[in-house]
């Protein structure tokens, strides 16, 4: 697994590929959540690449990664992908985080 996060000037982009498990996953998050706190960017790109599709979020702790940068603020978070499943992981994911009132 690879990962980058780039400071741009309204939004936070966080680039990952090649992720295989849930502990890459939560070391990605955790990196995120580290550069967001010392930025503050409202908006977060999650660019995901080369990386094994999800649908199982609790595991992975997707939505406590998701509370961590939107509670209390007006954060909006965009999940892009490059194949076809890896789409429709993020849209279940967005759907879900939606219904606990997170703006995925």
């Given at each position: 697994m690879d990962?980058?996060?780039t400071v741009e000037p309204r939004y936070l982009r966080a680039k990952m590929s090649g992720?295989?498990?849930?502990?890459?996953?939560?070391?990605?998050f955790r990196a995120v959540i580290l550069e967001n706190l010392k930025h503050q960017r409202s908006n977060i790109l999650l660019d995901?690449?080369?990386?094994?599709?999800?649908?199982?979020?609790?595991?992975?702790?997707?939505?406590?990664?998701?509370?961590?940068l939107t509670d209390g603020s007006p954060c909006k978070i965009?999940?892009?992908?490059?194949a076809e499943d890896l789409h429709?992981?993020?849209?279940?994911?967005?759907?879900?985080?939606?219904?606990?009132?997170?703006n995925v």
């Open positions: 990962y980058a996060i992720r295989e498990t849930g502990e890459e996953s939560r070391e990605f995901l690449r080369s990386s094994r599709p999800i649908f199982h979020a609790k595991p992975h702790g997707f939505f406590e990664f998701f509370r961590m965009a999940l892009l992908g490059d429709m992981s993020h849209e279940y994911l967005a759907l879900l985080a939606r219904q606990q009132g997170m």
